[in-house]
């Protein structure tokens, strides 16, 4: 059985810093990530990594998010600096399978002063 487990939403300043974390377990996944999904809007993508270490990146987060793995642990890290208000948003761990996608239960995230 397939398990996500998120940590690390919550309340921050402009310009903070939150991390969030994700573990996995009950299959083989070859590539873990985060998306996002602000009132009214889609669901996007923030960032994603393959067990090799490949990284893709949101365009929004370039040079302020960094994501990592844990292979051992099938856990992804999202590392988020420099936040901004616009970033606010619920937050689910992505796990994917060569049969289908896995999500976690979500984890908001909110800026403000």
């Known amino acids: 059985q397939v398990q996500l487990v998120e940590s690390g939403g919550g309340l921050v300043q402009p310009g903070g810093s939150l991390r969030l974390s994700c573990a996995a377990s009950g299959s083989y996944f070859y590539a873990m990530g985060w998306y996002r999904q602000a009132p009214g809007k889609q669901r996007e993508l923030v960032a994603n990594?393959?067990?090799?270490?490949?990284?893709n990146y949101a365009d929004s987060v370039k040079g302020r998010f960094t994501i990592s793995r844990d292979n051992a642990k099938n856990t992804v890290y999202l590392q988020m600096n420099s936040l901004k208000p616009e970033d606010s948003a619920v937050y689910y761990c992505?796990?994917?399978?060569?049969?289908?996608?896995?999500w976690g239960q979500g984890t908001q995230v909110t800026v403000s002063s």
């Open positions: 992505n796990a994917k399978t060569f049969v289908r996608d896995y």
């Open positions: 990594i393959t067990r090799g270490g490949t990284t």
